[in-house]
């Protein structure tokens, strides 16, 4: 429950600055009740209203203000903000450093990279394996592949470096009809590389065809393929004959 205080002229201004603390979250608030700066922050926010109404600030003025003040109270409080939201460390990263004697031998690089965590010593006839039984599902994507395996993406790439580096597998690299990158397909060397469904410039033949030549509708073009209209528009003005 928030404490009123009646400030007269300045309750708008005391209005739209509490109401800055309806962007901060219930476990920012239960910490600073638990640590009793709660009814600082509170009587800070109030003399925030005070002083904008001093300075006859507009509402959104007062707003700007009244997120700087909170934050800088917060900052003075030990908080850091961390992905959109306030947190407070247990201890400095500065002082983590002063408990280790040798800080020179503790920050030496390592002369190769760390080797990834995994059961199991190679993956990689599993993984062939995999891909020989996806011949007529036309390869296999990298989610499948490491969900099949139940391993992590991480170890995966570690698996799949050597092995297309000596081209036992090849890579395919797709786009979706917008034209935007796909996920890449994983085959085994030789198979018959499958042909895309319809690439961006497919799509926009396929669909300058059923308005000029079938003579279809633009409303009926969307529903068929897929597409909202302004995709449509944009198809038909692309095309030569409009140019």
């Known amino acids: ?97 002063q408990d280790i004697e040798n800080i020179d031998e503790f920050l030496k690089p390592l002369e190769s990279p760390p080797m990834p965590y995994f059961e199991g010593s190679n993956l990689a006839e599993p993984i062939l394996q995999l891909l020989r039984q996806a011949e007529g599902m036309k390869g296999m994507k990298r989610s499948e592949l490491y969900h099949h395996l139940k391993i992590s993406a991480q170890e995966l790439e570690w698996h799949l470096a050597p092995l297309l580096k000596s081209q036992q597998i090849v890579e395919v690299k797709r786009e979706n009809c917008n034209g935007r990158p796909r996920g890449s397909l994983l085959l085994i060397a030789g198979v018959p590389i499958p042909e895309e469904k319809m690439v961006k410039t497919e799509m926009m033949e396929r669909i300058r065809r059923a308005y000029f030549v079938e003579g279809k509708s633009i409303k009926g073009i969307a529903r068929e393929f897929h597409h909202d209209r302004r995709k449509v528009h944009q198809a038909i003005r692309s095309s030569p004959a409009q140019k």
């Not at 300075?55 to 109270?73: S, V």
Request: glycine share 6%.
């Open 1 to 97: 429950m928030i404490p009123r205080y009646e400030l007269g002229e300045a309750n708008l201004h005391a209005r739209l600055c509490l109401s800055q603390l309806r962007f901060k979250g219930c476990l920012l608030k239960n910490e600073l009740r638990r640590d009793g700066l709660w009814d600082d922050l509170i009587q800070e926010i109030y003399a925030t209203a005070w002083e904008a109404w001093q300075k006859r600030m507009n509402e959104q003025e007062t707003h700007r203000f009244a997120g700087r003040r909170i934050y800088a109270f917060l900052k003075a409080c030990g908080y850091r903000t961390y992905r959109g939201a306030y947190i407070k460390p247990e201890k400095p990263f500065a002082v983590v450093f």
